[in-house]
């Protein structure tokens, strides 16, 4: 949803989150947006308080562009852990990779 470049710029994760509440809050209502600033594929959690807006953004948001980003929606898998994966990249950066 967005570039590393983007994350650097000061403020971004929170602007970004505040957007995205208000623009999925159209959709149901959202218990909590999460932005990864440092996950390498721009990942953005939304929870929303019911099924039904979680699989009306999905299928409202899938393939839209955003800051020239085209989304990929997706429910969870409930697995995947995107805190630890931008640990991950993060580390591998600082090593030099």
Known sequence: ??????????????????????????????????????HPDGVVVVKFRRPGGAAACVERMHGRYFGGQRIQCAFWDGKTDFKAEAAAATAHAAEGG
């Open 1 to 38: 949803m967005f570039t590393a470049a983007d994350a650097r710029e000061a403020g971004f994760a929170q602007e970004l989150r505040a957007e995205v509440e208000a623009e999925c809050g159209k959709l149901g209502r959202v218990e909590k947006a999460t932005v990864f600033p440092q």
